[in-house]
């Protein structure tokens, strides 16, 4: 089936490790996408990629890095400089180009725990 | 920068009765989904309208692409108890050609049997 997979679901790590997020999709999708969701709030976007090697900030990328080394694979890493970074991430994937490009498609997400 | 504006915050229903959200900007949009997150998942793509005025129907939910661009509608009817979620807006900006999309807070649906 195709869809988007994301590991492990649920993660615990001390305070000052980084820690990488995996996702992988089969979708065939261009772009890819990583989301934050705290208790209560909406998504918020820290990183996107449209294309194979390139990559673009989103409203909240400070204390994350990605890569695109495949179309298929976007991982995130979560660094110690991230300040707060207990969280619900999200990775998604849309088609371009064309109308449906915004349709996004999630993943079933992972729980970081830090402490 | 540009916010979506989504009622209620929550709601509290009994079994059977409709269901209705909206979600506003001062902006106008190109394109608006509407999603449904269950808890601890990711959010899964119920509805997506792409033409001012549109009304899109999927089983037992309708939404509508408001004609003025800025407002878009979801209604549930004769919810039932698994119609239990989040329910997310989403809108596409013009101004942007990547894919990005701007997500209102959500509304928290429950619903009693």
């Known amino acids: 089936d195709g869809g988007i997979t994301q590991s492990p679901k649920y993660l615990f790590r001390k305070e000052g490790q980084n820690v990488t997020l995996s996702c992988e999709q089969n979708?065939?999708?261009?772009?890819m996408y990583w989301y934050r969701q705290d208790p209560g709030q909406g998504l918020r976007l820290i990183y996107y990629s449209q294309i194979v090697n390139d990559f673009q900030k989103g409203d909240i990328a400070e204390g994350y890095s990605v890569s695109r080394e495949k179309k298929e694979s976007f991982p995130l890493t979560v660094t110690s400089a991230q300040k707060n970074p207990t969280a619900f991430y999200l990775c998604?994937?849309?088609?371009?180009?064309?109308?449906?490009?915004?349709?996004?498609?999630f993943g079933p997400g992972t729980r970081l725990t830090v402490t | 920068g540009q916010q979506l504006n989504q009622s209620p915050q929550s709601m509290f229903i009994q079994e059977g009765e409709d269901v209705s959200m909206n979600c506003t900007s001062s902006?106008?949009?190109?394109?608006w989904l509407w999603y449904k997150q269950d808890p601890g998942e990711g959010p899964v793509l119920l509805i997506a309208l792409y033409k001012a005025g549109e009304l899109t129907s999927n089983g037992r939910l309708t939404a509508q692409f408001g004609i003025t661009r800025k407002d878009s509608f979801l209604n549930i009817s004769a919810s039932i108890p698994s119609d239990v979620g989040i329910y997310f807006c989403a809108g596409q900006i013009p101004s942007s050609n990547t894919g990005k999309l701007i997500f209102g807070q959500g509304t928290t649906l429950q619903v009693k049997p």
């Open positions: 979708l065939n999708h261009d772009a």
């Open positions: 902006s106008i949009f190109n394109t």
């Open positions: 998604a994937s849309s088609p371009i180009p064309g109308q449906r490009a915004y349709e996004q498609y």
